[in-house]
Structure formats: C-alpha cells, structure tokens
C-alpha cells in the first residue's frame, strides 16, 4: 500500500504508524497473529484488515505470517529441557479453541515445572481427543527425551495408571507422586 505523508513547512511531521522511509508496517504482522490468535478465519482476518486499514491481504501472507509463528511454536516444543525441577505439575486445562467453523471446548494437557528458581516455565502443550495413563505416559517419555532426567513431586490428578506412568519413566519417582483419588 501506498503511504502518502503530508510535508510541512518545517518538515518536522513523524508519522505514528508508519514512519517516514518504512517500507513495511513491522506491527501489522502482530495485528494478523492476535486475529488469528482470536480463531477468525483467513476470510474474516481478509475483512477485518480491509474495514480497518483499507488494505486487502492475500491468504498467502496470511499462511506466511501464521506459519512463521507455526515453526517457533515446533521449535519451542522440541526445545532441550533442564535435567531437574523440582516440581511438575501435569494436567489438563478446557479451553475454547476453534475448530473448522465452530468454537469447541477441548482440553489441552499442559506440562509445568517450577524452577530451581523458583519461576514457572511450561515445558509443553498437547490437544489430544482422549486422556489416558498411555497419553500420559507419550508424555512423560518425550519431555525425558528432551532432557528432563528427574523431577521431585509430580503433582497430577486422581486418572487410573497416572502414578504408575510416572513411576515407568522415572523408577526412583514412585514414592513422591501427589495425586488426588478420585472417590
């Protein structure tokens, strides 16, 4: 698009949005991901550009600027992880997450340890269809395989096997688990 900046007599007008001898709007790429954070679809992200700022995109930006984001997300997943925490917490969250043309509740199981420092740090997000001790157990040998080699408690919920998937992984963890049985 075509940014026409009006002169002055001075010359000393610097234009907010897009300053002088830019060639690209650095931020419009953060509009397009929070759209698509939000669920729209590329026809909605298409429209709501154009009703904002009078441009139209093609779906080709569009897919270069979420695919972008798509391979830090893989690279963060496969990220190489601390050998300790000493604390992991592993549980499922219900979240609205769009799904073709619908917004669905699904769960994403979340892995969190806390730091030797005490700081919080996700280790890793999941959306699966069914939760179980074998997911679960998936899980725990991924994030071992990326570097986790020993946690203190596992704080986790009262599923049948969840202990036991721990304990697979990590044989000296039997004894520290934390988990709420299920009445």
């Known amino acids: 698009m075509t940014v026409e ?3 002055d007599r001075e010359g000393n007008f610097e234009p907010q949005i897009v ?18 954070a939000l669920g729209l679809t590329t026809g909605q992200i298409q429209d709501h550009l154009k009703d ?9 930006l569009l897919s270069r600027v ?6 830090l997300v893989s690279e963060w997943r496969g990220r190489a992880l601390e050998a300790f925490y000493p604390a992991l917490f592993l549980d499922a969250l219900r979240v ?6 619908t917004v669905v ?11 030797i420092d005490g700081r919080k ?13 074998k997911f679960w157990l998936d899980i725990i040998n991924e994030l071992k395989t990326r570097g986790l080699q020993d946690t ?20 000296r963890h039997q004894e520290g688990s934390l988990y709420n049985q299920r009445d």
């Open 121 to 133: 740090e996700p280790l890793g997000l999941w959306i699966e269809r069914n939760e179980g001790a």
């Open 66 to 71: 979420t695919g972008e984001v798509k391979e």
């Open 105 to 115: 509740k699904k769960p994403v199981y979340l892995a969190l340890a806390i730091r």
């Open 96 to 101: 609205n997450i769009r799904d073709r043309a």
């Open 52 to 60: 904002i700022y009078a441009v139209e995109v093609s779906p080709e």
């Open 5 to 7: 900046v009006p002169r």
């Open 152 to 171: 203190l408690p596992a704080a986790v919920d009262g599923l049948t096997g969840f202990p036991d998937a721990i304990a697979a992984v990590f044989p």
């Open 19 to 36: 300053p002088k001898h830019q060639k690209e709007f650095r931020s419009f790429d953060d509009k397009i991901l929070s759209m698509y």
